[in-house]
């Protein structure tokens, strides 16, 4: 969350490249085929990731007035993650596999059946938890080619990288200062100079100030 209400640490992009002239029908397109999806236990998957509107984290009905603000589209990534309790899941499997062993007469379980009885009961148990829920506003001014993610955490930007470049087949840098060369235009040579450039000291190092002016 953050573009509508709430926290504005956030990390920034410029975006190049040429915005189709159908991009109010492709990008809805792209964004309905790239739309959040619950997790597949089944698949054992424990976590999913995709798009869903900016006001509503379980809406994936993209329609135009949703996502686009004049020259901005704004959506949401979300984040669903199912993390069981380690002490817990420890308990339950000690108390599965000391039932099981005295149902079987044995004095001790093999490993691969300790190992068959904890996937068992992992896949029971991510079956009744409820998964962690997280979303990262995302707004795009396609206008400036500049797009803001409310994210500061780097595995979620990465991800948001792929999934950028996957629904809207343009990559998003990250802005820096050479970045922000690039977008003023500075030619490739002038680029390599200022990468060339010796690091300076802004200001006087700490005492510094107060010696010359004692020297004085």
Do not use: C
């Given at each position: 969350m953050?573009?509508?209400?709430g926290?504005i640490t956030?990390t920034c992009?410029?975006?190049q490249?040429?915005?189709?002239?159908?991009?109010?029908t492709?990008?809805?397109?792209?964004?309905r085929?790239n739309a959040?999806?619950e997790?597949?236990?089944e698949?054992e998957?424990?976590?999913?990731?995709?798009?869903?509107?900016i006001?509503d984290?379980?809406?994936?009905?993209?329609?135009l007035n949703?996502v686009?603000?004049?020259?901005?589209l704004?959506?949401a990534l979300?984040h669903?993650?199912?993390?069981?309790?380690?002490?817990?899941?420890?308990?339950?499997?000690?108390?599965?596999v000391?039932?099981?062993t005295?149902?079987?007469?044995?004095?001790?379980?093999s490993k691969s059946e300790v190992?068959?009885?904890?996937d068992r009961l992992?896949?029971?148990?991510?079956k009744k938890a409820?998964?962690?829920?997280?979303t990262?506003?995302?707004?795009?001014?396609m206008?400036?080619?500049v797009?803001?993610l409310w994210s500061t955490?780097?595995k979620?930007n990465?991800?948001f990288i792929?999934?950028f470049?996957e629904t809207f087949?343009?990559v998003?840098?990250?802005?820096n200062?050479?970045?922000?060369?690039?977008?003023?235009g500075?030619t490739?040579?002038?680029?390599?100079?200022?990468?060339?450039?010796?690091?300076?000291?802004?200001s006087?190092?700490?005492?510094e100030s107060r010696r010359?002016?004692?020297?004085?």
């Open positions: 953050g573009a509508l209400a926290t956030m992009y410029y975006v490249g040429e915005i189709p002239k159908d991009f109010k492709s990008y809805l397109d792209a964004l085929k959040f999806t997790i597949d236990l698949l998957h424990d976590e999913s990731m995709g798009w869903v509107t006001h984290p379980f809406n994936v009905d993209f329609e949703d686009l603000w004049g020259s901005y704004m959506v979300r669903d993650t199912i993390r069981l309790p380690a002490a817990a899941v420890k308990l339950h499997v000690r108390k599965a000391a039932d099981a005295k149902k079987s007469g044995k004095e001790k379980l190992e068959e009885i904890k992992e896949k029971q148990l991510k409820l998964p962690n829920i997280k990262f506003d995302m707004v795009w001014n206008e400036r080619g797009v803001w955490n780097k979620v990465e991800q792929d999934f470049q087949g343009l998003p840098s990250e802005k200062p050479y970045a922000q060369m690039e977008q003023l500075f490739e040579e002038l680029l390599e100079k200022v990468l060339d450039l010796e690091p300076a000291a802004m006087a190092p700490p005492g010359r002016r004692r020297s004085a």
